[in-house]
């Protein structure tokens, strides 16, 4: 199938591994060209070469007021024009309520929740039509995740920001879309494993309870990811979709 993503020209934020790696993969694989940001530079460098020749690498970071316009700037000085974004972060530290400080609720607003909302309000403003706006959030945006109390109080505010997006830039014609991951097997979901003592065992309980019995891969994610960013995807806004293997039980 073709989808339509030759020479379109996408930001990935957080995309120097995990979910947001996977997702620039799978978009230069099916032909776009692709702006790839982390907080390191090296790192980010490094996950702009292994992508190749469609990717470049700039190094930002999502809490820096500044991060959104440069990195729009950027997209279309590299590649002549700008498509879209998706907007992925880094998990905030795992806690519970009890526990969890201002300190950390603070960064963790700044870089997952605000960081967000900025970069997809300087997206929208240059947007034209067939653009689209993408969100990495959460299966707790339906269901808290124990001890995870940060992104429980965050993903689902951030999902509540982007329906409301969707519904007023949809007369513009561009599209707001979120992704809710569940167990992907990387390496953020591996060291919440492990928080457990028993890393092996917390798999296997997960697993027990995925319908599909496994663990979805990054590239399983990436591929819905570069689906739903595509224009393939031309009539679907507003949807939180989940990737999650069926863990979530509810329509």
């Known amino acids: 199938m073709d989808l339509g993503l030759k020479d379109r020209v996408y930001i990935v934020t957080g995309a120097t591994r995990g979910l947001g790696f996977a997702s620039a993969r799978e978009l230069v694989a099916d032909g776009a060209k692709v702006l790839v940001t982390g ?59 009890v526990d969890s400080t201002d300190e950390q609720w603070s960064a963790a607003f700044e870089s997952v929740f605000l960081g ?82 028993d890393a092996a065992s917390a798999r296997a309980g997960n697993e027990s309870r995925i319908p599909l019995r496994r663990y979805g891969s990054p590239q399983e994610f990436g591929r819905t990811a570069a689906f739903l960013l595509s224009p393939a995807a031309s009539y679907l806004t507003g949807v939180m979709l989940p990737v999650d293997g069926g863990s979530r039980h509810g329509f």
């Open 39 to 97: 907080r390191d530079e090296k790192r980010t460098a490094d996950a702009a070469a292994e992508l190749g020749p469609n990717a470049v690498g700039a190094a930002a970071d999502n809490a820096d007021p500044a991060a959104a316009g440069q990195l729009i700037a950027t997209a279309r000085e590299r590649f002549g024009r700008f498509d879209g974004i998706l907007i992925s972060v880094g998990g905030p530290v795992p806690g519970f309520a």
């Open 116 to 197: 967000a909302v900025r970069l997809a309000r300087a997206a929208a403003a240059v947007l034209g039509e067939g653009g689209v706006i993408g969100f990495v959030l959460s299966g707790s945006v339906h269901e808290p995740i124990p001890g995870l109390t940060i992104s429980n109080g965050l993903r689902p505010g951030l999902a509540g920001f982007a329906k409301s997006l969707s519904v007023e830039l949809g007369p513009r014609g561009i599209r707001v879309v979120g992704l809710l991951p569940a167990r992907i097997d990387t390496d953020r979901v591996r060291e919440l494993d492990a928080l457990s003592g």
